[in-house]
Protein backbone atom coordinates (compact mmCIF):
# COMPACT_ATOMS: atom_id res chain seq x y z
CA UNK A 1 0.00 0.00 0.00
CA UNK A 2 1.51 3.00 -0.79
CA UNK A 3 1.40 6.34 1.42
CA UNK A 4 0.51 9.86 -0.38
CA UNK A 5 2.16 12.83 1.47
CA UNK A 6 0.32 16.01 0.24
CA UNK A 7 3.01 18.85 -0.16
CA UNK A 8 2.82 21.97 1.92
CA UNK A 9 2.42 24.94 -0.35
CA UNK A 10 5.46 27.70 0.11
CA UNK A 11 4.16 30.25 2.25
CA UNK A 12 2.09 28.52 5.00
CA UNK A 13 4.52 29.43 7.99
CA UNK A 14 5.08 33.28 7.51
CA UNK A 15 1.52 34.23 9.45
CA UNK A 16 2.35 31.99 12.20
CA UNK A 17 6.16 33.22 12.55
CA UNK A 18 4.49 36.94 12.11
CA UNK A 19 2.05 36.16 14.61
CA UNK A 20 4.89 35.28 16.95
CA UNK A 21 6.80 38.26 16.46
CA UNK A 22 3.99 40.41 16.69
CA UNK A 23 3.38 38.62 20.09
CA UNK A 24 7.63 38.76 21.13
CA UNK A 25 7.49 43.08 20.14
CA UNK A 26 3.93 43.63 22.31
CA UNK A 27 6.24 41.37 25.63
CA UNK A 28 9.24 42.94 24.49
CA UNK A 29 8.06 46.20 24.69
CA UNK A 30 5.86 46.11 27.85
CA UNK A 31 8.83 44.87 29.61
CA UNK A 32 10.44 47.56 28.41
CA UNK A 33 7.98 50.17 29.37
CA UNK A 34 7.64 48.17 32.84
CA UNK A 35 11.20 48.76 33.28
CA UNK A 36 11.89 52.26 32.16
CA UNK A 37 9.04 52.89 34.74
CA UNK A 38 10.84 51.00 37.83
CA UNK A 39 13.98 52.92 36.93
CA UNK A 40 12.06 56.10 36.90
CA UNK A 41 10.36 54.97 40.19
CA UNK A 42 13.66 54.22 41.46
CA UNK A 43 14.73 57.54 40.55
CA UNK A 44 12.04 59.40 41.92
CA UNK A 45 12.57 57.40 45.46
CA UNK A 46 15.95 58.06 45.40
CA UNK A 47 15.16 61.78 44.93
CA UNK A 48 12.62 61.96 47.99
CA UNK A 49 15.68 60.25 50.26
CA UNK A 50 17.98 62.49 49.41
CA UNK A 51 15.65 65.75 49.48
CA UNK A 52 15.15 64.32 52.91
CA UNK A 53 18.90 63.99 53.64
CA UNK A 54 19.39 67.31 52.68
CA UNK A 55 16.32 68.74 55.16
CA UNK A 56 18.01 66.95 57.83
CA UNK A 57 21.15 68.52 56.53
CA UNK A 58 19.53 72.01 57.56
CA UNK A 59 18.41 70.75 61.01
CA UNK A 60 21.75 69.86 61.62
CA UNK A 61 23.32 73.11 60.67
CA UNK A 62 20.83 75.25 62.56
CA UNK A 63 21.79 72.91 65.68
CA UNK A 64 25.27 74.07 64.89
CA UNK A 65 24.50 77.43 64.48
CA UNK A 66 23.02 78.06 67.98
CA UNK A 67 25.56 76.49 69.78
CA UNK A 68 28.05 79.26 68.36
CA UNK A 69 25.30 81.68 68.67
CA UNK A 70 22.82 80.93 70.73
CA UNK A 71 20.35 83.84 70.84
CA UNK A 72 20.45 84.09 67.11
CA UNK A 73 16.91 83.23 65.04
CA UNK A 74 18.21 85.08 61.58
CA UNK A 75 20.92 82.57 60.71
CA UNK A 76 23.23 85.70 61.15
CA UNK A 77 21.02 87.80 58.74
CA UNK A 78 18.41 90.63 58.98
CA UNK A 79 15.49 89.20 60.61
CA UNK A 80 12.17 89.07 58.90
CA UNK A 81 9.42 91.31 59.73
CA UNK A 82 7.28 88.07 60.80
CA UNK A 83 7.48 84.87 62.67
CA UNK A 84 8.98 82.44 61.79
CA UNK A 85 11.91 83.88 60.15
CA UNK A 86 12.96 83.38 56.90
CA UNK A 87 13.37 81.94 54.16
CA UNK A 88 16.92 81.49 54.64
CA UNK A 89 18.23 79.65 51.78
CA UNK A 90 21.62 77.53 51.47
CA UNK A 91 22.85 75.08 48.88
CA UNK A 92 23.74 71.64 50.15
CA UNK A 93 27.53 70.37 48.30
CA UNK A 94 28.80 67.39 48.64
CA UNK A 95 32.90 67.01 49.67
CA UNK A 96 33.43 67.59 45.94
CA UNK A 97 31.83 71.00 46.32
CA UNK A 98 29.30 69.93 43.65
CA UNK A 99 25.77 71.22 44.66
CA UNK A 100 23.46 68.52 45.49
CA UNK A 101 20.56 70.83 45.92
CA UNK A 102 19.43 72.99 48.42
CA UNK A 103 17.31 73.46 52.14
CA UNK A 104 15.59 77.14 52.97
CA UNK A 105 14.66 77.26 56.89
CA UNK A 106 12.38 79.28 58.98
CA UNK A 107 13.00 79.35 62.35
CA UNK A 108 10.69 80.33 65.36
CA UNK A 109 12.26 81.91 68.11
CA UNK A 110 11.23 80.78 71.73
CA UNK A 111 8.67 82.15 73.52
CA UNK A 112 9.42 85.12 76.39
CA UNK A 113 11.04 82.68 78.90
CA UNK A 114 11.48 79.51 77.08
CA UNK A 115 14.13 77.16 75.70
CA UNK A 116 12.84 75.81 72.54
CA UNK A 117 13.84 76.86 68.99
CA UNK A 118 11.27 75.24 66.64
CA UNK A 119 13.33 74.78 62.85
CA UNK A 120 11.45 74.42 59.40
CA UNK A 121 14.03 73.07 56.90
CA UNK A 122 12.51 72.57 53.27
CA UNK A 123 15.05 69.69 51.31
CA UNK A 124 14.94 69.76 47.49
CA UNK A 125 17.45 68.42 45.03
CA UNK A 126 18.94 69.94 42.13
CA UNK A 127 16.44 70.39 39.14
CA UNK A 128 12.68 69.39 39.21
CA UNK A 129 11.89 66.50 42.23
CA UNK A 130 10.03 66.54 45.33
CA UNK A 131 10.08 68.64 48.18
CA UNK A 132 10.50 67.26 51.93
CA UNK A 133 9.70 69.22 55.14
CA UNK A 134 11.40 68.53 58.72
CA UNK A 135 10.01 70.30 61.34
CA UNK A 136 12.38 70.11 64.57
CA UNK A 137 12.57 71.67 68.19
CA UNK A 138 15.82 72.69 69.26
CA UNK A 139 16.98 72.91 72.79
CA UNK A 140 19.36 71.84 75.59
CA UNK A 141 18.55 69.76 78.19
CA UNK A 142 17.73 71.25 81.12
CA UNK A 143 18.10 70.06 84.90
CA UNK A 144 14.69 69.10 84.57
CA UNK A 145 15.10 66.36 82.69
CA UNK A 146 16.31 64.08 85.63
CA UNK A 147 13.52 63.97 88.45
CA UNK A 148 16.74 63.54 91.01
CA UNK A 149 20.35 64.81 90.04
CA UNK A 150 22.48 64.25 93.17
CA UNK A 151 25.95 65.23 92.95
CA UNK A 152 28.80 64.60 94.73
CA UNK A 153 26.82 63.05 97.34
CA UNK A 154 25.63 59.10 97.87
CA UNK A 155 22.23 58.47 96.77
CA UNK A 156 20.16 55.97 98.61
CA UNK A 157 16.40 55.35 97.99
CA UNK A 158 14.72 53.94 101.06
CA UNK A 159 12.01 51.53 101.15
CA UNK A 160 9.11 53.54 101.28
CA UNK A 161 10.49 56.49 99.17
CA UNK A 162 9.31 56.32 94.95
CA UNK A 163 10.75 58.29 92.28
CA UNK A 164 8.72 58.97 89.30
CA UNK A 165 11.43 59.16 86.47
CA UNK A 166 14.87 59.20 85.95
CA UNK A 167 17.36 59.38 88.65
CA UNK A 168 21.10 60.50 88.16
CA UNK A 169 24.03 60.61 90.71
CA UNK A 170 27.34 62.67 89.89
CA UNK A 171 30.66 61.47 91.70
CA UNK A 172 29.24 58.26 93.81
CA UNK A 173 26.90 55.76 93.31
CA UNK A 174 23.55 54.86 94.19
CA UNK A 175 21.55 52.19 96.52
CA UNK A 176 17.96 51.84 96.06
CA UNK A 177 15.90 50.01 98.36
CA UNK A 178 12.43 51.98 96.87
CA UNK A 179 11.28 52.33 93.63
CA UNK A 180 12.22 53.99 90.80
CA UNK A 181 10.42 53.87 87.86
CA UNK A 182 12.74 55.42 85.09
CA UNK A 183 16.60 55.35 83.93
CA UNK A 184 18.88 55.34 87.03
CA UNK A 185 22.64 57.21 86.05
CA UNK A 186 25.90 57.14 87.87
CA UNK A 187 29.46 58.38 86.89
CA UNK A 188 31.25 55.79 88.61
CA UNK A 189 31.58 51.91 88.21
CA UNK A 190 31.26 51.04 92.26
CA UNK A 191 29.20 52.46 95.01
CA UNK A 192 30.71 52.41 97.75
CA UNK A 193 28.79 53.57 101.05
CA UNK A 194 26.33 52.35 103.80
CA UNK A 195 25.25 49.17 102.22
CA UNK A 196 29.89 48.40 101.13
CA UNK A 197 30.99 47.77 97.81
CA UNK A 198 27.93 47.37 95.27
CA UNK A 199 28.17 48.43 91.41
CA UNK A 200 27.47 51.70 90.37
CA UNK A 201 23.52 50.94 90.46
CA UNK A 202 22.60 48.69 92.82
CA UNK A 203 20.06 47.77 95.07
CA UNK A 204 17.09 45.64 96.36
CA UNK A 205 14.98 48.11 94.91
CA UNK A 206 12.70 48.36 92.15
CA UNK A 207 14.17 49.75 88.84
CA UNK A 208 11.31 50.05 86.31
CA UNK A 209 14.29 51.70 83.74
CA UNK A 210 17.74 50.53 82.90
CA UNK A 211 20.54 50.78 84.94
CA UNK A 212 23.33 52.86 83.11
CA UNK A 213 27.07 53.30 84.28
CA UNK A 214 29.27 54.93 84.14
CA UNK A 215 28.52 57.98 82.13
CA UNK A 216 29.75 61.52 81.60
CA UNK A 217 29.68 63.73 84.23
CA UNK A 218 26.84 66.33 84.84
CA UNK A 219 28.80 69.93 85.34
CA UNK A 220 27.43 71.66 88.56
CA UNK A 221 29.89 74.56 88.42
CA UNK A 222 28.50 75.87 85.26
CA UNK A 223 25.44 76.88 87.85
CA UNK A 224 27.08 79.59 88.92
CA UNK A 225 27.74 81.36 85.74
CA UNK A 226 23.82 80.67 85.53
CA UNK A 227 22.97 82.21 88.80
CA UNK A 228 25.45 85.36 87.55
CA UNK A 229 23.77 85.80 84.37
CA UNK A 230 20.15 85.42 85.83
CA UNK A 231 21.18 88.16 88.33
CA UNK A 232 22.86 90.56 85.93
CA UNK A 233 19.61 89.75 83.77
CA UNK A 234 16.76 91.26 86.09
CA UNK A 235 19.33 93.48 87.73
CA UNK A 236 20.60 95.52 84.77
CA UNK A 237 18.81 94.19 81.48
CA UNK A 238 15.04 94.43 82.61
CA UNK A 239 15.02 90.74 82.26
CA UNK A 240 12.92 90.52 85.52
CA UNK A 241 12.05 91.62 88.65
CA UNK A 242 15.24 92.18 91.29
CA UNK A 243 15.34 92.63 94.77
CA UNK A 244 18.55 93.80 96.44
CA UNK A 245 19.45 93.07 100.16
CA UNK A 246 16.96 92.99 102.71
CA UNK A 247 19.15 94.02 105.29
CA UNK A 248 17.05 92.22 107.94
CA UNK A 249 16.61 88.17 107.53
CA UNK A 250 15.45 88.13 104.10
CA UNK A 251 12.61 88.35 102.13
CA UNK A 252 9.27 85.93 102.41
CA UNK A 253 7.23 85.48 98.78
CA UNK A 254 4.00 84.30 99.21
CA UNK A 255 2.83 83.52 95.49
CA UNK A 256 -0.80 83.92 94.61
CA UNK A 257 -2.81 83.22 91.34
CA UNK A 258 -2.75 86.46 89.59
CA UNK A 259 0.19 88.51 91.96
CA UNK A 260 2.20 87.47 94.87
CA UNK A 261 2.92 89.35 98.42
CA UNK A 262 6.71 90.22 99.11
CA UNK A 263 7.32 90.93 103.00
CA UNK A 264 10.72 91.78 104.52
CA UNK A 265 11.80 88.77 107.38
CA UNK A 266 12.48 90.44 110.82
CA UNK A 267 12.72 87.62 112.68
CA UNK A 268 12.73 83.38 112.25
CA UNK A 269 12.93 80.76 114.85
CA UNK A 270 16.70 80.08 114.70
CA UNK A 271 16.07 76.21 115.06
CA UNK A 272 13.17 75.73 112.42
CA UNK A 273 13.37 78.23 110.32
CA UNK A 274 9.50 79.72 110.84
CA UNK A 275 9.41 83.09 110.16
CA UNK A 276 7.92 84.90 113.72
CA UNK A 277 7.61 88.33 112.64
CA UNK A 278 7.92 90.39 108.82
CA UNK A 279 6.57 93.04 107.63
CA UNK A 280 4.50 93.63 104.28
CA UNK A 281 6.19 95.63 101.86
CA UNK A 282 3.65 95.16 98.51
CA UNK A 283 1.57 93.30 95.91
CA UNK A 284 3.53 92.71 92.91
CA UNK A 285 2.33 91.61 89.27
CA UNK A 286 4.78 88.47 88.19
CA UNK A 287 7.20 89.96 85.55
CA UNK A 288 6.50 89.03 82.11
CA UNK A 289 10.07 87.54 81.68
CA UNK A 290 9.05 85.20 84.60
CA UNK A 291 12.30 86.01 86.14
CA UNK A 292 12.57 87.02 90.32
CA UNK A 293 15.68 87.38 91.36
CA UNK A 294 16.24 87.61 95.15
CA UNK A 295 19.80 88.88 96.37
CA UNK A 296 19.23 87.39 99.97
CA UNK A 297 17.66 84.34 101.89
CA UNK A 298 14.65 83.55 100.77
CA UNK A 299 11.32 82.01 102.28
CA UNK A 300 8.70 81.04 99.60
CA UNK A 301 4.52 79.32 99.64
CA UNK A 302 1.66 79.52 97.93
CA UNK A 303 0.20 78.45 94.90
CA UNK A 304 0.14 79.70 91.23
CA UNK A 305 -2.46 79.41 88.70
CA UNK A 306 -1.35 79.55 84.81
CA UNK A 307 2.13 80.99 85.77
CA UNK A 308 5.56 80.64 84.98
CA UNK A 309 8.05 81.85 87.17
CA UNK A 310 11.72 81.25 88.18
CA UNK A 311 12.71 82.54 91.77
CA UNK A 312 16.31 82.47 92.71
CA UNK A 313 17.71 83.71 95.92
CA UNK A 314 21.45 83.86 95.85
CA UNK A 315 24.45 86.65 95.88
CA UNK A 316 27.11 85.82 93.24
CA UNK A 317 29.35 87.65 94.87
CA UNK A 318 29.40 86.55 98.83
CA UNK A 319 31.63 83.85 100.13
CA UNK A 320 31.05 80.35 100.95
CA UNK A 321 29.54 81.38 104.79
CA UNK A 322 27.68 84.27 103.68
CA UNK A 323 25.60 82.52 100.75
CA UNK A 324 21.61 82.48 100.65
CA UNK A 325 19.57 79.89 101.22
CA UNK A 326 15.64 79.11 100.23
CA UNK A 327 13.02 77.96 103.31
CA UNK A 328 9.67 76.95 102.46
CA UNK A 329 7.41 77.11 105.30
CA UNK A 330 4.14 75.60 103.94
CA UNK A 331 2.77 74.28 100.88
CA UNK A 332 3.72 75.11 96.90
CA UNK A 333 1.56 74.07 94.70
CA UNK A 334 0.05 74.44 90.98
CA UNK A 335 -3.29 74.90 90.14
CA UNK A 336 -2.93 73.16 86.89
CA UNK A 337 -0.93 70.70 85.82
CA UNK A 338 -1.02 70.55 82.19
CA UNK A 339 2.15 72.29 81.90
CA UNK A 340 0.75 76.04 82.05
CA UNK A 341 2.04 76.65 85.54
CA UNK A 342 5.59 76.33 85.93
CA UNK A 343 7.81 77.26 88.65
CA UNK A 344 11.55 76.71 89.31
CA UNK A 345 13.54 77.60 92.51
CA UNK A 346 17.19 78.07 92.43
CA UNK A 347 19.68 78.89 95.22
CA UNK A 348 23.70 78.39 96.42
CA UNK A 349 22.99 76.48 99.73
CA UNK A 350 20.08 74.47 101.18
CA UNK A 351 16.58 74.45 100.79
CA UNK A 352 14.61 73.71 103.55
CA UNK A 353 11.52 72.65 104.85
CA UNK A 354 10.83 74.40 108.29
CA UNK A 355 9.51 72.74 111.59
CA UNK A 356 6.52 73.41 111.25
CA UNK A 357 5.89 73.04 107.93
CA UNK A 358 2.59 70.64 107.02
CA UNK A 359 2.21 67.22 108.72
CA UNK A 360 1.57 65.68 104.80
CA UNK A 361 3.76 68.37 102.62
CA UNK A 362 3.83 69.27 98.78
CA UNK A 363 5.81 71.01 96.71
CA UNK A 364 5.23 71.20 93.07
CA UNK A 365 8.88 72.97 91.69
CA UNK A 366 11.85 72.18 89.85
CA UNK A 367 14.48 72.83 92.81
CA UNK A 368 18.26 73.09 92.55
CA UNK A 369 20.54 73.35 95.58
CA UNK A 370 23.99 74.40 94.03
CA UNK A 371 26.22 74.16 96.90
CA UNK A 372 24.15 72.44 99.22
CA UNK A 373 21.21 70.32 100.29
CA UNK A 374 17.62 70.02 99.60
CA UNK A 375 15.81 68.46 103.15
CA UNK A 376 14.14 68.82 106.27
CA UNK A 377 16.27 69.15 109.27
CA UNK A 378 16.56 66.71 112.32
CA UNK A 379 13.52 67.96 114.75
CA UNK A 380 12.79 64.63 116.80
CA UNK A 381 9.25 64.67 115.16
CA UNK A 382 7.71 62.36 112.88
CA UNK A 383 5.75 63.42 109.83
CA UNK A 384 3.06 61.39 106.80
CA UNK A 385 3.84 61.96 103.34
CA UNK A 386 6.02 64.63 101.80
CA UNK A 387 5.37 64.58 97.71
CA UNK A 388 7.57 66.62 95.07
CA UNK A 389 5.65 66.91 91.86
CA UNK A 390 8.62 68.57 89.66
CA UNK A 391 12.38 67.81 90.06
CA UNK A 392 15.39 68.30 92.82
CA UNK A 393 19.09 69.04 91.80
CA UNK A 394 21.31 69.03 94.87
CA UNK A 395 25.04 68.94 95.52
CA UNK A 396 25.64 67.51 99.04
CA UNK A 397 22.00 65.50 99.91
CA UNK A 398 18.29 65.02 99.86
CA UNK A 399 17.04 64.00 103.19
CA UNK A 400 13.36 63.85 104.10
CA UNK A 401 12.99 61.19 106.13
CA UNK A 402 15.50 59.65 109.58
CA UNK A 403 15.69 56.82 110.47
CA UNK A 404 17.73 54.24 112.59
CA UNK A 405 19.79 51.30 112.63
CA UNK A 406 17.41 48.85 112.27
CA UNK A 407 15.46 51.05 109.37
CA UNK A 408 12.70 52.11 111.96
CA UNK A 409 11.49 55.81 110.79
CA UNK A 410 12.52 58.58 113.89
CA UNK A 411 12.18 62.14 112.19
CA UNK A 412 11.21 63.86 109.48
CA UNK A 413 8.91 62.36 106.84
CA UNK A 414 7.59 58.76 106.98
CA UNK A 415 7.12 58.11 103.39
CA UNK A 416 7.95 60.22 99.95
CA UNK A 417 6.86 60.34 96.60
CA UNK A 418 8.74 62.40 94.10
CA UNK A 419 6.99 62.67 90.63
CA UNK A 420 8.60 64.32 87.09
CA UNK A 421 7.07 66.56 85.81
CA UNK A 422 6.96 65.69 82.41
CA UNK A 423 5.56 68.94 81.08
CA UNK A 424 9.26 70.24 82.35
CA UNK A 425 11.56 68.09 80.09
CA UNK A 426 11.27 69.97 76.58
CA UNK A 427 10.14 73.22 78.18
CA UNK A 428 11.26 74.06 81.77
CA UNK A 429 10.55 77.14 83.86
CA UNK A 430 11.87 80.16 82.38
CA UNK A 431 15.42 80.43 82.23
CA UNK A 432 15.98 77.64 84.15
CA UNK A 433 19.86 75.89 83.41
CA UNK A 434 20.93 73.65 81.07
CA UNK A 435 23.36 70.80 80.99
CA UNK A 436 24.66 70.39 77.99
CA UNK A 437 25.09 71.22 74.34
CA UNK A 438 21.71 71.49 71.91
CA UNK A 439 20.02 68.87 70.92
CA UNK A 440 16.94 67.51 68.98
CA UNK A 441 14.29 67.44 71.11
CA UNK A 442 11.55 66.41 69.06
CA UNK A 443 11.57 66.08 65.18
CA UNK A 444 8.54 65.07 62.11
CA UNK A 445 8.16 65.55 58.98
CA UNK A 446 5.44 68.10 57.56
Not at 130 to 135: E, L, T, V, W
Request: aromatic content about 10%; some cysteine.
Amino acid sequence: MKIRIKKIQRGMYLPIIMIASVLFMAYATALISISMSNVAIANLHNKKITSMSIAEAGINYYMWHLAHSNTDYCDGSACTETVPYGPYHHEYQDQYGNTLGTFDLYITPPMSGGAITTVKSVGKVAGRSPIRSIIAELGMPSFTKYTLLSNNSQLWIGSGEKVTGSVFVNGSGMYNEGEITGDAYSTETTYNGWFGNQPGVSGPGVFGGAKIFPVPRIDFEDLGVDILNLRNGARDQGEGQYYGASNQKGYHILLQADNYKLYRVRRYDNNGFDIAQEDLLGTYEYPAQGIIFVQDNLWVNGTINNKKVTIIAADPEAGASQQKRIIIPNLVKYTNFDGTDKLGLITQTNILVSKNAPFDMEIDAAMIAKNGQIKINYYNQIKGNMKVYGSMAHNTGLVWTYANMQGTVVSGYRTTETIMDNQNVLNPPPKFPTTGSYSILSWREE
